[in-house]
């Protein structure tokens, strides 16, 4: 990806605490981290409001009743024993 210089004004005691946050080794990597984190929460929050805007349609709430089988392959294991039985 490139990169490029950029000034900007900022909060310096904002900026000290992300870094010390997510420790990173410069404000540079701090900025990056916080723009990825930003640009999934956006494009995720984006998402959200269009599913919620419009009602789920016949077919998509039918998936919901399809049988599901689960089968971990795991049917000779004595979780019991292992972890004690549930009350």
Same mark, same amino acid.
């Given at each position: !990806?490139? &990169?490029?210089?950029?000034? +900007?004004?900022?909060?310096? @005691?904002?900026?000290?605490?992300?870094?010390?946050?997510?420790?990173?080794?410069?404000?540079?990597?701090?900025?990056?981290?916080?723009?990825?984190?930003?640009?999934? !929460?956006? &494009?995720?929050?984006?998402? +959200?409001?269009?599913?919620? @805007?419009?009602?789920?349609?016949?077919e998509e709430l039918a998936v919901a009743n399809l049988?599901?089988?689960?089968?971990?392959?795991?049917?000779d294991v004595d979780y019991d024993k292992i972890y004690?039985?549930?009350?």
């Open positions: !990806m490139a &990169r490029e210089k950029a000034t +900007v004004t900022l909060d310096r @005691s904002k900026a000290d605490a992300a870094k010390a946050l997510v420790r990173a080794k410069s404000l540079s990597e701090t900025i990056d981290i916080a723009l990825d984190r930003l640009i999934r !929460m956006e &494009r995720l929050r984006r998402d +959200v409001s269009a599913y919620a @805007s419009r009602p789920p349609t016949d049988p599901v089988t689960f089968d971990l392959g795991d049917g004690g039985r549930r009350r």
